[in-house]
């Protein structure tokens, strides 16, 4: 590994740079290893130890979401531009005059995914998982909410496989001398001169040996000044700021939670939004945001308030914190938002998944890098255990270290263990067990009144998600099945889906509508493009994605001058 800048005071003679970016994340790398390519001098500042080299992207399971791939056509699956579109346009729900260069995005990226992005990534070395998976299914209409189909690219290597290209070549350029890394360079204020965005100032912070993703001090010993033609925000939304996600929490999903978990580091500040308005940029959809309700307590935490989410399939039982199973069409892996709604309605943080040993093991997934290490490190040998029996080696270390499960070999057993994890909260235990014993007898008949039960069904006619995703049908009270789990569910914060407007160049956008000469953002900073690409809702895969498309159209923009 090349050295990188040490942080030193009061510097303020830096080299001439053509550009300068604000953050080491995904999108930033991207738009670092275009202008590289161009030939251009850049430099990277990030208020993080140079351990968090590649921000949140790292710690990503790598889903990338893709239409009409030969990954897909090998399942089975018929995918379109078309009916890409249709999902999209569905999900998002666009309707605010702020949303003109959110659809321009949208419209942009669709194209992306299903023309170059795979081939643009495959000629980096990017591979992906021979089973494409079938996330946020949807609300149950054509024309609403969800894929239509599975989109769900798994990247071999995960976030960190998703990064290696672009790590390498912002690398490669540093080896060149035309890339400076500053790590421990906190921004505090954009330079504007004449109108126009120039440099950057802020504070030099205290070395520091924390890890990937643990928290760093915030001990200032200097100060700097840079300056550059171009200034890219590419600092992350404001998931790891609390405070932050409840005062920008929407009325239409009713009351803030009282208790989140983190499902990012907490340098996911926030700070450089507020700083670029400052500076002229305009922010728009703050409003909108995309959380989970599968949050788990990590039981070997990183950052603060350390969550993971799970990434279920369909078949467990989904209780509110009263004990009542959520109404159709709130299915595991059906409808974030949707859920997020009607939980939060309920006057309570959490839920609960009920479900059986046969299930975890088919079903679970972690969501983060570290949680998939056979994926993650390319592990064929790790990953047939994965396809085998018994559930992977992360879930069952949940399973029995995790304060959040219940494992039990009788229902009564079961709801004991609910109620203890319950304070606070009149668990109707005897509803619960009233509705597990109604969805066994469900079970006895191909035909059935339970919806879940026949989406069970129709998700195995799917050849992916039969092989590795979907359980067999089965009843909760199946001793052969068990034993028993109860899983304790949180509202796990994640990403900004508003930020700084920009055009199709990630230039940053005025009040005006105007770019704002000099200012460029990408990634969740810019919304993952136009200040709101995804609307109200997102469909799963598109986050890392939108990080390297808009990075990507930064970066050849700069380049072009």
């Not at 290893?33 to 992207?57: H, M, T, Y």
């Not at 965005?197 to 993703?213: E, F, N, Q, S, W």
């Not at 200034?231 to 700021?241: E, K, L, P, R, Y």
């Amino acid at each position: 590994m090349a050295a990188s800048t040490e942080p030193t005071a009061n510097d303020r003679t830096p080299k001439p740079a053509d550009a300068i970016i604000v953050g080491a994340g995904l999108s930033g790398l991207v738009a670092a290893a275009e202008l590289v390519d161009a030939g251009k001098r850049i430099v990277i500042v990030d208020q993080e130890p140079a351990a968090s080299f590649g921000g949140q992207a790292h710690w990503s399971f790598g889903g990338l979401f893709l239409v009409d791939s030969p990954e897909q056509r090998r399942m089975g699956v018929k995918d379109s531009l078309e009916l890409a579109r249709q999902d999209w346009s569905g999900t998002a729900g666009f309707d605010r005059d702020e949303d003109e260069w959110g659809r321009r995005w949208a419209e942009a990226y669709l194209e992306f995914a299903a023309g170059e992005k795979r081939a643009w990534l495959h000629e980096k070395g990017v591979r992906f998982f021979p089973v494409v998976g079938w996330a946020e299914r949807g609300a149950g209409n054509a024309v609403g909410h969800g894929n239509s189909a599975p989109r769900f690219h798994i990247t071999w290597g995960t976030g960190p496989g998703v990064l290696a290209p672009f790590v390498a070549k912002v690398r490669a350029g540093e080896a060149a001398g035309l890339v400076e890394l500053r790590h421990r360079h906190r921004v505090d204020e954009l330079v504007v001169e004449a109108g126009a965005v120039v440099g950057i100032r802020g504070a030099v912070l205290a070395p520091d040996d924390a890890a990937r993703g643990e928290s760093s001090n915030r001990d200032e010993i200097g100060d700097f000044e840079l300056r550059a033609p171009a200034v890219v925000v590419a600092s992350g939304g404001i998931g790891g700021n609390h405070d932050l996600v409840r005062a920008a929490w929407p009325e239409r999903l009713g009351r803030p939670p009282a208790h989140m978990l983190s499902g990012v580091p907490a340098h996911v500040d926030g700070r450089m939004l507020g700083i670029a308005e400052a500076s002229g940029a305009r922010l728009v959809n703050g409003d909108r945001m995309w959380h989970y309700t599968e949050g788990i307590t990590n039981w070997n935490p990183i950052w603060p308030m350390h969550g993971i989410r799970i990434l279920p399939g369909p078949s467990s039982l989904w209780f509110d914190a009263t004990g009542t199973r959520l109404p159709v069409p709130l299915f595991p892996g059906f409808d974030t938002l949707g859920t997020l709604e009607h939980l939060v309605s309920t006057g309570h943080d959490h839920s609960w998944f009920v479900l059986t040993q046969k299930i975890i093991e088919k079903e679970f997934a972690l969501s983060g890098s570290e949680q998939n290490p056979d994926l993650t490190g390319k592990d064929v040998k790790l990953l047939a255990e994965r396809l085998g029996s018994g559930a992977p080696g992360p879930v069952e270390a949940f399973k029995q270290h995790g304060v959040d499960f219940v494992v039990a070999d009788t229902l009564p057993e079961l709801l004991a263990g609910m109620r203890d994890l319950s304070p606070g909260a009149e668990l109707d235990l005897d509803n619960i067990e009233q509705e597990v014993v109604a969805h066994d007898r469900e079970v006895d008949n191909e035909f059935t009144k339970d919806l879940q039960l026949t989406a069970v069904r129709g998700a195995r006619k799917y050849r992916g998600d039969k092989l590795i995703r979907v359980a067999t049908p089965h009843k909760m009270l199946d001793p052969k099945a068990g034993p028993l789990i109860a899983v304790k569910l949180h509202i796990l914060t994640r990403k900004s889906l508003g930020g700084i407007q920009t055009d199709l160049d990630s230039r940053a956008l005025g009040t005006d509508g105007v770019p704002v000469p000099g200012l460029y953002a990408v990634g969740e900073a810019s919304g993952f493009g136009g200040g709101g690409v995804h609307g109200y809702r997102a469909l799963e895969g598109t986050f890392l994605g939108g990080c390297l498309f808009t990075g990507r159209a930064a970066g050849r923009a700069i380049a072009r001058g």
